[in-house]
T-cell receptor
Framework: EDQVTQSPEALRLQEGESSSLNCSYT??????LFWYRQDPGKGPEFLFT???AGEEKEKERLKATLTKKESFLHITAPKPEDSATYLC????????????FGKGTRLHILP | ETGVTQTPRHLVMGMTNKKSLKCEQHLGHNAMYWYKQSAKKPLELMFV???????ENNSVPSRFSPECPNSSHLFLHLHTLQPEDSALYLCASSQDGYSGEQFFGPGTRLTVL
């Protein structure tokens, strides 16, 4: 069964303390992996698309990487405004291009 | 207006009421989506419309009825809902059908009493 699992469920960091969020996936064929950011009371905001193992994308303090089984969202020297829930989604080729979301990681950056 | 807008932002309804959620996208996209977001659960895709044609209906109960009159507007008609239907309902759009690069609205927070 196709699955997307995100860990940890929640993460508290001090401002400036770098860390990584994990998204592991199980699909027979990967069309794309997507990262979103969701602030409380708002809809998700698209961040990155990754298509193949070895690919990396960067945006400000965020860098997303992809392997054949998982993706990491690296956060370098985070600031309080980086606090949000980060969602990972996978689009599978073997399920009529269905998009499956993970439950997300709640990130809280302490000043 | 820019992006994806949703109205109302909050809705409280009784189990016997009929109400509708509205979504409008100002991005010139061809596909629109309805999602349900509940606490501690992943986003659940409910319906997908591509070029105004429904291409996905994820075993959603018939008390939820979508309508897509054109590529910019999407409605979700609600009737005889249950308390467990209380959730955040999100609308999204994408350039083409079934893309993972979606633009979301702010959602409608629905409470069913």
């Amino acid at each position: 069964e196709d699955q997307v699992t995100q860990s940890p469920e929640a993460l508290r960091l001090q401002e400036g303390e770098s860390s990584s969020l994990n998204c592991s996936y199980t699909v027979s064929g990967l069309r794309g992996l997507f990262w979103y950011r969701q602030d409380p009371g708002k809809g998700p905001e698209f961040l990155f698309t990754l298509y193949s193992a070895g690919e990396e994308k960067e945006k400000e303090r965020l860098k997303a990487t992809l392997t054949k089984k998982e993706s990491f969202l690296h956060i370098t020297a985070p600031k309080p405004e980086d606090s949000a829930t980060y969602l990972c989604a996978v689009q599978a080729t073997n399920r009529d291009d269905k998009i499956i979301f993970g439950k997300g990681t709640r990130l809280h950056i302490l000043p | 207006e820019t992006g994806v807008t949703q109205t109302p932002r909050h809705l409280v309804m009784g189990m016997t009421n009929k109400k509708s959620l509205k979504c409008e996208q100002h991005l010139g996209h061809n596909a629109m989506y309805w999602y349900k977001q509940s606490a501690k659960k992943p986003l659940e895709l409910m319906f997908v419309y591509s070029l105004e044609e429904r291409v996905e209906n994820n075993s959603v109960p018939s008390r939820f009825s979508p309508e897509c009159p054109n590529s910019s507007h999407l409605f979700l008609h609600l009737h005889t809902l249950q308390p467990e239907d209380s959730a955040l309902y999100l609308c999204a759009s994408s350039q083409d059908g079934y893309s993972g690069e979606q633009f979301f609205g702010p959602g409608t927070r629905l409470t069913v009493l």
